[in-house]
């Protein structure tokens, strides 16, 4: 049972549509930013402010008295939006073309600013200190939680949580996992560089198609042959651009894709057999190469201490039949794993799916929506921390 005012719930929900309706890009979160500002300012007890243009922190030092060390910890919210058209039939759906709230950052920072609010109020039982993270940018490598760490916003921090929504749970349900709960993720662009020429003399060319088929194929032996197979990555060729006509073997390809990996020796060997393959491929048929890597985030890993007091929370909130089990790690990336990489972290996933909204869509997808009725579990997600480790 819920143990959220009527009137906090309805304020969140607000809150979450009004950010649903106005999404802004990583690193152009102007109005957002603003508007979480904005909020935060309102509330009492709080010292707010702006360790980048467009993230927001708020900081809450209790005015009790502990008898042992009090403690600092932080709560995490991301606050950017997704490039995709929205096609939901919500009234408060995406003013902005092309941008949509398509992975629950507006849910996310919604639920935080009602913790923010309702702890802000009971600020005398309160012993240590809550940061309250309004992150940027996390969509979009290097992402924004390095720069707030760069920013010192968890220095001292004891312990970090932070939530993210699942459309594959319903509302009313929360995920948890210990130890790795995300992958790293790189992308790769190739450009294969051979002499192109006409198709029927191909002889007399050096054939960038072949080199490049050969190539995406060989890449597929990083996961079968050459990595052990319990700590293999995902490897997947997702782009291959050549020719524009028919009789005409072209003079370029280029192709890309995606490294996913759970640990970070693994993540760096796949990285080298890329090159290996790219370089022995196009130097054995003649060809040269360019190759780019984009550098992702670092695999999300959940401490075991913090994990304990997330799972206990969430049993007093949800029920333990209500609390899953995460068996397996997800190979999404989180850029939370900045901050888990420098403090004791927990990040888990809390049910957002309604069954009457028919097929669960998944993030990123833009007909993606959830049950407001989840973010009043949230809320009382972190407030429940926050009782168990800084109250009286």
């Known amino acids: 049972m819920s143990r959220v005012s009527d009137t906090l719930k309805q304020e969140v929900i607000a809150w979450r549509r009004h950010l649903h309706e106005y999404p802004e890009l990583s690193f152009q979160e102007y109005e957002t930013s603003e508007f979480v500002y904005q909020q935060l300012r309102r509330m009492s007890g709080l010292e707010v402010t702006r360790p980048t243009k467009t993230s927001v922190l708020a900081v809450l030092i209790g005015k009790g008295q502990a008898l042992e060390k009090p403690l600092t910890i932080a709560f995490r919210a991301d606050m950017d939006a997704l490039p995709i058209q929205e096609e939901t039939d919500i009234p408060f759906a995406s003013k902005n073309s092309g941008i949509m709230h398509a992975c629950g950052h507006?849910?996310?920072t919604?639920?935080?600013?009602?913790?923010?609010?309702?702890l802000s109020e009971r600020a005398d039982e309160i012993c240590g200190e809550i940061r309250f993270i309004f992150q940027h940018a996390e969509e979009s490598p290097p992402g924004g939680a390095i720069e707030l760490v760069e920013k010192g916003v968890v220095e001292s921090v004891d312990y970090a949580f932070a939530l993210h929504v699942t459309p594959y749970e319903q509302a009313g349900t929360i995920c948890i996992r210990e130890g790795v709960l995300c992958a790293s993720n790189d992308d790769f662009e190739i450009k294969v560089i051979g002499h192109g020429g006409h198709a029927s003399t191909p002889e007399r060319t050096i054939d960038p198609l072949m080199v490049g088929v050969e190539i995406a194929s060989n890449l597929q032996h990083i996961v079968s042959r050459k990595l052990p197979a319990l700590h293999a990555p995902v490897v997947s060729v997702t782009k291959f651009n050549g020719g524009s006509a028919l009789n005409i073997i072209p003079d370029t390809v280029e192709l890309g894709g995606t490294i996913r990996a759970l640990d970070a020796d693994i993540r760096t060997k796949a990285k080298n057999y890329v090159n290996q393959i790219v370089k022995g491929i196009t130097e054995a048929h003649g060809a040269s190469y360019e190759t780019t890597w984009h550098e992702g985030y670092a695999s999300v890993v959940n401490s075991v201490d913090a994990v304990a007091i997330s799972r206990e929370v969430a049993e007093s909130i949800f029920g333990k039949d209500?609390?899953?089990?995460?068996?397996e790690p997800l190979f999404g990336g989180e850029d939370f794993s900045a901050i888990s990489q420098q403090v004791p972290a927990s990040l888990q996933f809390i049910g957002v799916h309604n069954p009457e909204f028919g097929e669960a869509f998944p993030l990123h997808h833009p007909k993606f929506k959830i049950e407001e009725d989840a973010l009043q579990y949230g809320v009382d997600y972190f407030v429940g921390?926050?009782?168990k480790l800084c109250f009286q």
């Open 106 to 108: 507006d849910a996310h």
């Open 385 to 387: 921390i926050a009782k």
């Open 110 to 118: 919604a639920m935080l600013l009602g913790a923010a609010k309702a």
């Open 322 to 327: 209500h609390v899953i089990q995460v068996e």
